[in-house]
């Protein structure tokens, strides 16, 4: 009963550096989401796919990119991490379009860039 | 562009009173209104969804109201407990498939025992 699963769950990066943020869901949905939230602030969204092999831009996806292989993994990679990516990152999955169902979330990874 | 206030930042309250969380929007052309649990280190927990057609949700202690017309919706929470300390979150889906949630910044609550 896993649900959404979010890995790394903390990760400290130098500036220009990459990485890959990991979700992976078990409830076979076919949509999928990232968002970020800065302290203080609502979430907002990176990128999102509303199937295997179709992803979208969200509100703010510059410096980011993803991928979907597969119903379960949707990863987001940071090419040339910058201070302005340090943020929470939040994965997360829903049945059907927002409209009817709610959104599951991940547990987030907290992500700082120095 | 839609915007999603929620005030105050953050609200105390003593164990067992009725209170209310408030959410605005600048744009009633919305399709649902969801009110979501954040916990410390935690992700977003879904309480209640609101179709725009309606105008009420309720499950067990708590109650979400929705005003399209004058852009609010009120979060609702009965005889407080310390275990509903938590940070509370409004979004609005303003298109319909879209897939695009637009979010408050959150109402952070804490209930005294």
């Known amino acids: 009963n896993a649900g959404v699963t979010q890995t790394p769950k903390f990760r400290i990066l130098k500036i220009g550096q990459s990485m890959t943020l990991q979700c992976t869901q078990d409830m076979n949905h076919n949509y999928m989401y990232w968002y970020r939230q800065d302290p203080g602030m609502g979430l907002k969204l990176i990128y999102y796919?509303?199937?295997?092999?179709?992803?979208d831009k969200g509100e703010v996806p510059n410096g980011y990119n993803v991928s979907r292989s597969t119903t379960e993994d949707f990863p987001l990679r940071l090419e040339l991490a910058a201070p302005s990516q340090t943020s929470v990152y939040f994965c997360?999955?829903?049945?059907?379009?927002?409209?009817?169902?709610?959104?599951?979330f991940g547990d987030g990874t907290r992500l700082s860039i120095l | 562009k839609q915007e999603v206030t929620q005030i105050p930042a953050a609200l105390s309250v003593p164990e067992g009173e009725n209170l209310v969380l408030n959410c605005s929007f600048t744009?009633?052309?919305?399709?649902?209104l969801q009110w979501f649990r954040q916990d410390p280190g935690k992700g977003l927990t879904s309480l209640l969804l609101i179709q725009s057609s309606q105008r009420e949700q309720t499950s067990g202690r708590l109650n979400a109201s929705l005003d399209k017309s004058s852009g609010r919706s009120t979060l609702y929470i009965a005889a407080s407990q310390p275990g509903d300390s938590a940070t509370y979150l409004c979004?609005?889906?303003?298109?319909?498939?879209?897939?695009?949630?637009?979010f408050g910044q959150g109402t952070r609550l804490t209930i005294n025992p």
């Open positions: 997360a999955s829903s049945p059907v379009g927002l409209s009817n169902q709610p959104q599951h």
């Open positions: 744009d009633s052309a919305i399709y649902n």
């Open positions: 979004a609005v889906e303003i298109i319909q498939g879209a897939q695009k949630l637009v």
């Open positions: 796919s509303v199937g295997a092999g179709i992803t």
